[in-house]
């Protein structure tokens, strides 16, 4: 399996994520690939330093540099887990055709049943809009009503952005990012022994 994490300018919350993810799964035994991107920014810069500084205080020494996110970083992975719902946003504007494989981190790893089956209503209903926008035709007050009813319930699936912050800012970043990776984890594994 290969993922792809992305934020803005993959120097802080994508290669956290990356470092951290790639250790817990060595740690696990799990053959997976790991990069990061970011959907605003240069190639071979630097991570910040707190966000080196996180990944060295949990032994992990991976030289990462940014990454602009590209069409062969979307093609080369299996499943591409953004930081926040903006970056998913404009992951998939850039890369409509790869939609069904671009989430975020956190959404991805939800267990809720009730949260699970709103979101799939959800997005028939976002492409029962979209298709009736490409026909010119009007969506249904009903559908309307519900839709934004829906988004109104929706968690917050966002990672808190540590940048330009402080070390503690950093820290508690990082453990967002550890929590949902420790699920991911779990997930990958229990869909590996179906």
Not at 162 to 189: C, H, N, T, V
């Amino acid at each position: 399996m290969r993922i792809l994490f992305v934020c803005t300018g993959n120097t802080c919350r994508s290669p956290m994520a990356e470092g951290m993810f790639r250790r817990l799964a060595q740690e696990r035994g799990m053959v997976v690939e790991v990069s990061s991107a970011g959907v605003a920014t240069v190639e071979g810069l630097p991570i910040s330093h707190h966000a080196e500084g996180v990944l060295k205080d949990l032994g992990i020494k991976d030289q990462i540099t940014s990454t602009p996110l590209h069409a062969g970083l979307i093609e080369w992975a299996d499943l591409v887990l953004t930081l926040t719902q903006s970056h998913k946003r404009q992951a998939i504007a850039t890369f409509p055709e790869k939609a069904d494989k671009i989430y975020t981190l956190k959404e991805y790893v939800e267990e809720d049943e009730t949260i699970l089956a709103e979101q799939a209503e959800l997005s028939q209903l976002i492409a029962d809009l979209e298709l009736s926008r490409a026909l010119g035709q009007a969506l249904e007050e009903a559908k309307e009503r519900r839709i934004r009813e829906l988004l109104q319930r929706m968690p917050q699936y966002d990672i808190s952005d540590p940048f330009g912050g402080s070390r503690r800012e950093y820290d508690m970043a990082a453990q967002e990012i550890r929590e949902a990776l420790e699920k991911l984890i779990f997930k990958l594994e229990k869909e590996r022994f179906r």
